[in-house]
């Protein structure tokens, strides 16, 4: 009987660290506070992303169905600030995200916790970076990956496309 109180106690102690030390390996959620597009936040205040960005091509209402973005869901007014390669939307009360940033361009770069994704970033790069990724789908062109967001409570996060094995385009996404 004692025995197997040890070996039950022995076996409950090695998957305990097993699950503390296997979970960052498996870890995959996005810190939103190391993701910037050059240098600036990506939750970021409107006047400091006209201050970073300049003018934009328009703003817009975004009109989403649901989500943390909608204004019907939320009862309240979101706004998109739309440039040729990105996109934030929020409200002065909430401040702004980023919605979706598009790896067209040399100017603006996107940087997560020191490391550049780019129109070069590779599948395997980005599972460098965050990890194994439990949510993968794939079309005829492309392969979308979902990265949580590391505050579990907030239910969204970023889906990365990837065409041809190479990123193309992050979109912010939340729960309906």
């Given at each position: 009987?004692?025995?197997?109180i ?11 660290l ?10 995959q959620?996005i ?43 939320q ?10 390669d ?6 002065r009360e909430?401040?702004y ?5 598009k ?5 603006f ?6 490391i550049d ?13 965050f ?46």
């Open positions: 009987m004692k025995i197997q040890l070996n039950s106690m022995k076996l409950s102690t090695i998957l305990f097993l699950l503390i030390f296997a979970e960052p390996m498996l870890a959620d810190d939103f506070k190391k993701l910037e597009v050059n240098g600036q936040s990506i939750c970021s205040s409107k006047s400091l992303i006209l201050e970073k960005f300049g003018e934009p091509i328009e703003i817009t209402n975004p009109d989403y169905e649901c989500g943390f973005l909608s204004s019907a869901e009862m309240k007014e979101f706004e998109s600030i739309v440039y040729k990105f996109v934030f939307t929020g409200n909430d401040d995200i980023l919605d979706e940033f790896f067209n361009s040399q100017i770069t996107l940087n997560y916790a020191g994704l780019n129109k070069g970033t590779t599948i395997d790069k980005l599972q460098e970076i990890g194994k990724f439990d949510d993968e789908y794939r079309s005829d062109q492309s392969i979308y990956i979902f990265i949580p967001n590391q505050d579990k409570m907030q239910e969204d996060g970023y889906l990365f496309q990837f065409n041809k094995g190479k990123l193309v385009l992050i979109e912010y996404w939340s729960r309906c």
